[in-house]
């Protein structure tokens, strides 16, 4: 199993290839390692930030999410526990600095054409 924060993974680089469509390829920086979550991508100037998450491994309520794993079920669902209870606890934090989080799923980056709209609401907001 990789790691919950591997770099580069095709989801992030599916929002990053949306991002940069929209025009704003020189807004953001990656990786903000000393935030609350280490968000994926930061709009500092904008005061945004885009996390991407993974549908296992943040529990997303979807087709993905909600795969139980064969082995060590009791293990991972544990550990995907403490994922949301620590993701929901950073985008407070977050969000009582003064950043506006957005949540991209794993499984939103496989219609482009929503995650771009989406992606264009929020940055545009
Ligand atoms: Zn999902």
């Keep these: 199993m ?3 924060k591997s770099r580069d993974t095709a989801p ?19 990786n903000g390692a000393k935030l609350p979550g280490k968000p994926d991508l930061v709009f ?8 991407v998450h993974g549908c296992f491994w943040h529990g997303h309520d979807c087709k993905r999410g909600a795969r139980q794993p064969k082995d060590n079920a009791a293990y991972w669902l544990a550990k995907i526990t403490r994922n949301r209870l620590r993701d929901a606890k950073s985008l407070r934090a977050l969000r009582a600095d003064g950043w506006s989080p957005l949540v991209i799923w794993e499984c939103e980056t496989r219609d482009a054409g929503a995650m771009s709209r ?8």
């Design 2 to 4: 990789r790691a919950v």
């Design 118 to 125: 989406k992606l264009a609401r929020f940055l545009a907001d």
């Design 44 to 51: 500092g100037a904008m005061r945004k930030i885009v996390f």
């Design 12 to 30: 992030e680089l599916a929002v990053r290839a949306a991002v940069r469509a929209l025009g704003y390829a020189r807004r953001y920086r990656l």
